[in-house]
């Protein structure tokens, strides 16, 4: 197959998962319009509201597209334009898969990368400080409970939350020593080299991707409230 052929091959190929994406994107809309109440419009507030919301999407995406360029810098010599196009077409992917699977493997697709384990390996680690960022978040609205609403329940429930941050933060900060001793096992042996790619991602950089998912959360939350407030529905911030 000539360069010509290739050239438009992944034109019409992209044209295709393009419009396949905008009908599933319009799909879902219309959907969740049909059952929501016409009136609802008319009590909302000012339109800045949403006009701020959009702006802390852009800054959300161009985070997460930094913390990829990270980590897939890790793996292979990857410039922030093309991690982030990396990291649209995981979006893209997310959007037609269950519960957003397609995610990583649409990132890793798009750098058409040779050996594609390498990202997934460093992927981890982003899905992790994510995830930790979610146990920390959840920690922090744990305590507010148990302030406010003191009961054995919220305190059995702090007391594992706790125990889930420890364990988080112990395997997400010691990640690299895991995949090593996957040489112990014959059948993993191969894979133990990847464990060598941690090395790259040392505690500063690791620190780096904490702090940005922690942004991330933080940017969640703020549009979470920005929208209530756009609804006219009276939420204090700090509690919020």
Avoid at 23 to 36: A, G, M, N, R
Wanted: proline share 3%; net charge positive.
């Amino acid at each position: 197959m000539n360069k010509s052929t290739k050239i438009w091959l992944n034109y019409i190929a992209g044209g295709i998962i393009s419009i396949f994406l905008l009908w599933s994107i319009y799909t879902q809309v219309v959907k969740q319009l049909h059952s929501l109440d016409a009136a609802a419009w008319q009590h909302t507030g000012p339109a800045i509201y949403l006009v701020v919301c959009v702006a802390l999407m852009l800054a959300n995406t161009s985070l997460e597209g930094y913390k990829w360029y990270l980590l897939s810098n890790a793996a292979g010599d990857i410039g922030y334009r093309t991690a982030y196009g990396s990291y649209l077409a995981g979006v893209a992917f997310s959007i037609v898969t269950p519960n957003r699977i397609g995610e990583y493997p649409g990132r890793v697709l798009y750098l058409r990368a040779g050996n594609t384990f390498r990202y997934v390996t460093v992927s981890v680690i982003g899905v992790l400080s994510q995830l930790w960022t979610v146990y920390l978040f959840g920690l922090f609205g744990l305590v507010y409970y148990n302030i406010y609403y003191p009961a054995m329940l919220p305190k059995i429930a702090l007391g594992f939350c706790l125990i889930s941050n420890v364990a988080a933060a112990i395997v997400f900060l010691k990640f690299g020593d895991w995949l090593p001793r996957l040489q112990q096992f014959s059948w993993l042996r191969r894979f133990g080299v990847y464990g060598k790619l941690l090395n790259r991602v040392d505690l500063k950089k690791q620190t780096l991707v904490l702090a940005i998912s922690i942004a991330r959360f933080a940017i969640f939350t703020a549009q979470y409230l920005i929208l209530m407030k756009w609804l006219n529905v009276d939420l204090p911030a700090f509690d919020g």
